[in-house]
Structure formats: C-alpha cells, structure tokens
C-alpha cells in the first residue's frame, strides 16, 4: 500500500534569536505532525515560543532568528533547506497564516478584493480579471461572509473586527493551501465572535482537509477545536498527546497548574488562581528542568538534568522525571 505523505512534520525544531543582550534560546526540540483534516494546537503563556514556531512553518522569521536544528516538512519537503524563491512558491500555496489582528493583515489602502485577486492571483497564476473575482467570491462566501459583493468592493476599515478576520481566512484559503497556521486568531473578539470563528475553522478544517496548526493560550478555546494539544513551557515541549486525555488526565505539573487557573462558571473562587514565578530568562536557561523554580512537586535531580520526552500512554507524552524513560 502506498504510503500517504503528512501535510506537516515537524521534527526536533531549535531556534535561538539573536540580540544585543544575548541568545535567546526561544525554541528546543520540539516535534510534532498534524495529519490530513486535523487541528493540533500548541498551548503555552506568552514567550513559550508559539509563535515563533508558527513563523517558522510559514518561512516568515524575523532577521535576527536562526533555525539551529531540525526539520520542517511541507507534503514531505524540508522547506529550511529551501532558497527564498523556492520558499516563495510554497508559502501561501501549500502553508498559510492567519494572525490574532486581523487589521494588520490587510493594506488600508486596497479592497479586500483587491487584496484577495493579487494573492489569487501571484499563487495560481491566474491572470483573467473575470475569473480572479469569481475565485475571490467564492473564498468570501466560503468563510460565511454575507452579501461578499460589498465585501468584496469595502476598504478593510469598512468591515467590524469579526468581518475583517473572516476576510483574513478568505485570503488564507482562497489558495487551496493544505495547511493553515492559525496564531491566535480569536484573541481580538468578543466571545460571540470568538465562537463563530473557532466553528469556521473546524468547519473548513473538515470540508477543505486542512491540517491545521492552532496557536493559544486558551485552554478553553483549545478543548473546543484541537484534536491533539502541544503544551510549551520556555520554548520545550512538556506535554503532547489526545486532547481529552491532556485536558482530563494531565501528567505535567504544568499543565495541571495551566487547567487550574481556568475560571470556572460552576466554581465560586475569591481570587483567580495563579502559577506563582516567570518564565526563566531564555538567555540562561537552569541547567535542570525548565519548570524546577516554579514546580511544587520538583525531585532532587530536577535541579540537575532536564527531562526526557516519554511515552507514558500511547500518544500521550511528558517531559517529567516523575515519568522515567524505562528503556
């Protein structure tokens, strides 16, 4: 039987940014891969590294970002070992992104007609003005935008916030790419609109076949449309497995610290719980586990040497020295 390529492969992923204060050790190690029609989402406070792992997969790092090691497989070519051109033609056609400010997506001086026809156009080569609005139509109507006549011929300016990001998927799917980076695309919107977004991507995810690479720190939001759950800690992965037996059974202190600190409708609190301590300084990481100063169930030797990445259940793994590599 012939053996089917997944969209998107991620093995072993370092990046370090350079700055004049030193070398920000922003991403170590982290591997996954999100099948065909699937959402895996990467969870993690601000700084953790999401979103740079994000850039990474579309090719759009800052200048002072360097990939140390690792792979990144697009349909099964390493696209770091890529030139610009060549990085040029998979960008937007076979990976797109959609960022948490829908705004500045999109030039104010253009209509999202516009915007969309050159994207259609420089991706798929199509030149004829007729079809290039039909295709740019048909994305509007796709994300569930109504009347996309006008919103075809509005200034982004002229459409609500919830308007302007499903306009932004438009761009990111009109494409037909086979992945879609979504880096927190509802942070921005209120909770009504958060919903209808979240719905929309796992409504295209599934009728498109899009893998789908969900960036939050919204545990709620990632219960809602991930199928399986990274969670970052200081640029590692801590824990990686099915989303219900993350969520339900978490094996990490900090992920279960991370589930703690959701409010709660049906639990009255006094204060809203908090991990206690930052994120370490990424210049100087400790020479043990990353999470040792803030966990309360740290072992002798979590001061010393950082955890492997273990299979405890099948799918489900943990960086924690509770779980011992036993092979």
Known sequence: MM?????????????????????????????????????????????????????????????????????ILVSGVNVLELDQKELEKIRGKEVSIIFQDPAASFNPLFTIGQILSD??????????????????????????????????????????????????????????????????????????????ILDLLQDLRKKLGLALVFITHNLGVAA?????????????????????????????????????CVPRSSVRVGRLKYIPGSLPDLRKLPPGCVFEPRCEEALEICKMKPPELVEVKPGHFVACHKYPNKR
């Open 224 to 260: 809602t449309i991930c199928d399986r759950i990274l969670v970052i800690y200081a640029g590692s992965t801590v824990e990686f497995g099915p989303v219900d037996e993350v969520l339900l059974n978490p094996l990490h202190p900090y992920t279960r610290k991370l589930i703690e």
């Open 3 to 71: 053996s089917v390529t997944k969209p998107l492969v991620v093995e072993n992923l370092t990046i370090h940014y350079y700055t004049l204060e030193g070398i920000v050790k922003a991403v170590r190690n982290v591997s996954f891969s999100v099948e065909r029609g699937e959402s895996v989402c990467l969870v993690g406070e601000s700084g953790s590294g999401k979103s740079t792992i994000g850039l990474a997969i579309v090719g759009a790092l800052p200048a002072n970002a360097r990939i140390i090691s690792g792979k």
């Open 119 to 196: 994207v259609i156009k420089h991706k798929l080569g199509i030149d004829d003005k007729e079809k290039l609005k039909k295709k740019a139509l048909e994305a509007l109507r796709i994300v569930g935008l109504p009347d996309p006549e006008r919103v075809y011929n509005s200034y982004p300016h002229e459409l609500s916030g919830g308007m302007l990001q499903r306009a932004a998927i438009a761009v990111a799917v009109s494409t037909n790419p086979k992945i879609l980076v979504a880096d927190e695309p509802t942070t921005m919107l209120d909770v009504t609109l958060q919903a209808q």
